[in-house]
């Protein structure tokens, strides 16, 4: 059965200006250019494009280390900027994409490698406490499945939570899939399938809000070929970009995450269809969205 990116450009690696292939599927244009900006100490206009690149390559699961680079980069103009906070968040994500990147002394400046290790740091032991306190991770299609609870706290290390505000308010709604397709490929074992969920934020209070730890759990609503799954819950770290809810009337921010998926050779093609459910901790109070859509999981 299958189962389921001026300032000083020199912060930057002098071997930006060289930037390996791009894959040329949606997406790669913005993130070619967000890359030369990077490369050029453009970090602002870097930051706008490689948000771009990032949001259009999420939407193609095929180009997830693509993605990582946009993430990457992205971290990089953060970095640049002073916005440390952002910075690790981005690395994150591209971590998450890519665990196994790795910058080298001789191409990236020691303050893009500090933040970028600080956040695998961050990333693995969030995953170690994981592993140590939670059930396994759920296979699309298993016969059992556990609930675990992934939450990254985005504060900053050891700081103190900021205060919540005293005038306006804080609302997040219009959580929905930002990928709305996952495939797991015949063959895969323990693969991990990157997603994202959208949501929106007003603020009306004046000032950034920050987001204390977001968690996501996915679970299985429907799945024709094999009853017995719906109900299954799967819920792995989870991470928020940005790291606060800006002093805006509107702004979309989006949660990462991944499905864990298993599909054993030659079994017959199915699909299931998974929720998804989001618990944002802010300053402002906690708050839990549910998608109002559905994401598809096609098991080949």
Avoid at 49 to 75: F, I
Avoid at 160 to 165: A, I, L, V
Avoid at 206 to 217: D, E, N, Q, W, Y
């Amino acid at each position: 059965m299958k189962r389921a990116r001026g300032l000083v450009a020199g912060i930057v690696c002098l071997a930006l200006s060289a930037p390996g292939p791009v894959s040329l599927a949606s997406g790669s244009d913005d993130l070619a250019r967000g890359i030369r900006e990077v490369a050029e100490g453009d970090f602002e206009n870097a930051v706008l494009t490689l948000d771009a690149a990032a949001r259009a390559l999420s939407r193609d699961p095929a180009q997830v280390k693509e993605l990582a680079q946009a993430y990457l980069h992205l971290g990089i103009a953060y970095v640049a900027l002073g916005q440390g906070e952002r910075a690790r968040a981005s690395f994150k994500e591209a971590l998450l994409r890519d665990k196994d990147l790795r910058l080298s002394p001789d191409r990236y400046s020691p303050k893009v490698i500090t933040a970028f290790e600080d956040a695998r740091r961050e990333t693995q032991a969030a995953r170690a406490e994981g592993k140590r306190s939670k059930t396994p991770f759920i296979l699309l299609g298993a016969g059992a499945a556990g609930l675990a609870v992934g939450a990254i706290a985005l504060a900053g290390g050891g700081s103190e939570p900021s205060p919540p505000p005293t005038t306006g308010d804080v609302r997040l709604t219009g959580a929905r899939f930002a990928t709305p397709v996952l495939v797991c490929p015949d063959g895969s074992q323990g693969l991990d399938l990157p997603l994202a969920i959208d949501f929106e934020a007003a603020n009306t209070t004046g000032v950034p809000v920050g987001i204390l730890s977001v968690s996501s759990t996915l679970i299985i609503v429907t799945s024709p070929a094999v009853p017995s799954e719906v109900g299954f819950a799967s819920s792995r770290e989870t991470m928020v970009v940005p790291g606060s809810v800006p002093a805006l009337p509107s702004a979309t921010l989006r949660a990462s995450t991944v499905l864990t998926c298993a599909n054993g050779t030659g079994d017959a093609p199915r699909f299931n269809e998974w929720s998804g459910r989001l618990t944002v901790s802010t300053s402002a109070g906690i708050f839990t969205l549910e998608t109002a859509d559905r994401l598809r999981v096609n098991i080949p």
